[in-house]
């Protein structure tokens, strides 16, 4: 084979395009190849040393950038025998930044950025409290007391020097409690979420700081998801399926969801005249949320209180006083629950009960309840037991109360200005100990507008709500309870109708009603 000098530069430049193909092909298989055995890898040595804790973690592929402290994770799981969460992306940013002194705590930036998309998270059981009611029931080491069982060293936390404060951004997420042991699971669902975990200075010098937690949510849906089971919960559905149809499933719609969850990291006690620790937590709605509830919902509520919370039969032990030497502990946990106030309108929160009504032409009716953002609900749970039991509190005020109903739409049912009410339940230590719960209220400027067909609609609506489940009840599981109910009336109005054959005339400001009116101060 003879070759002319004329044709060797080509040959120079084939070799030079065969050159730049490989090193293109080698760049690529090191970017795809390359990452994804390292993932392997590194998801195999974690895996091997979270062996004894019984869960797992992978990730298909990442990247990472040491310069600018930036590491991404694509498809991470992560699994445990009580819950489990996947995302389709990770990014963490990192600011390598220590903290000297906690005088830095008030003016200090952020350390840790995560941006996470695609979150799925899903708590499906409780280890400990399960763990502990087979060693109460089955009675696995008779040697070990109640304390020695649920009793676990205490451990220090580590994460504070480094992450004094974390920002995070999530897109598209979803939260879900629950099981396939249940016909239905609690989600919250929402589109984007971004929030804050900072530590502060704590409330007293006692403690050595505060952690707080804080997120706002927008498009968040509280709704009931199919869990996979067969054996439904009841026979009949949910009564929006047919009164407001798509939302037969969902408990909370709102734009805004604020959450702000904070606590001191107790200390020990020097001082048992210094207040205890704070620990609680507010949630904020926007206006115009809207909130679903029925007999249906309720059913599945109480499945998974069952799941979550279950009985354990046992006589409450009782919370020693704080002594000096000791860790100090939490007094209660308020959780408080308010509306977002809207500077140039007046928006409402809407409550909708809906309940079968044999007596309406679909079988089902519905009660809309709305109030002002000058409306709020507080929750106290007490966080120590005394000798006499414990005493949650449920009280709070609900302002410009329009009470109304679709199948009535003549006129409203009742009109609050203003409704305060206290809700104390007294549980003793003892699970069928006597109860007692006192509820008094206060109405202030009511009216109500009272036709005969009202009778019907309310005796369907406490007849749905008091249906005794398809079970007879179990005499093993009853608890007696006392009711002591006081209310109190300021500027009380009833309104009915006098018209003959009971009809009523529904043109605004027409004069052919004749109306009975009831009056008290």
Known sequence: MNITLTEIPTRRDDILLILVITSIVLLLVYIQVWQRLLS?????????????????????????????????LYGLRYATISYCFRCELVAIGLNWRLLFSKRDLATHTSLLLLNIKGLYYNLYYREETYTRLKSVFNQLDK???????????????RFFPFFYKIYFQVTNGLLVFGNNSIPKVLGFQFKTAFGTYSTEPASTQEDPYKRVFVARTKSMKILLLPSG????????????????????????????FIIKYQYDEPGTVCDVTLPPPVYKCSVWV???????????????????????????????DVDPAPAPGKKRTYKHFPVSFR???????????HLHL????????????????SCTSSSNLTIDYPWRETEAGSTPRIF??????????????????????????????????KWNAQQKWVYDFQADHTRVNFVFTHLDFLDAL??????????????????????????????????????EYNWVDCIPGSKDNTILAFASK
């Open 40 to 72: 392997i890898l590194l998801s195999f040595l974690i895996n091997l040393h979270l062996r004894n804790s019984s869960s797992s973690l992978h990730f298909s592929s990442f990247t990472y950038s040491p310069l600018t402290g930036r590491i991404i």
């Open 143 to 157: 040697s070990a007391t109640l304390e020695d069982i649920v009793t676990e060293p205490e451990r220090k936390s």
């Open 229 to 256: 089971s067969n054996t439904p919960i009841t026979s009949t559905t949910s009564p929006f399926a047919e009164l407001i149809p798509g939302k037969e499933n969902i408990f909370l719609d709102t734009n805004i």
């Open 286 to 316: 926007s206006p115009n949320a809207h909130l679903y509830y029925s007999p249906w919902s309720n059913l599945h509520r109480l499945a998974l209180q069952r799941l979550f919370f279950p009985w354990d039969y046992c006589m409450r």
């Open 339 to 349: 509306i977002l106030k809207e500077a140039e309108t007046t928006s409402h929160f």
């Open 354 to 369: 809906g309940f079968s009504d044999a007596n309406s032409e679909r079988n089902y009716s519905l009660l809309n309840i």
């Open 396 to 429: 709070g005020t609900v302002s410009d109360i329009r009470v109304y109903s679709p199948t009535y739409t003549m006129l409203e049912l009742a009109e609050v200005k203003t409704f305060q009410f206290n809700l104390e339940m007294h549980f003793p230590r």
């Open 462 to 499: 406490l007849e749905d709500w008091n249906r005794l489940p398809e079970k007879p009840p179990d005499i093993q599981t009853f608890v007696p309870l006392d009711w002591q109910i006081d209310a109190k009336f300021n500027c009380f109005q009833i309104f009915t109708f006098l018209n």
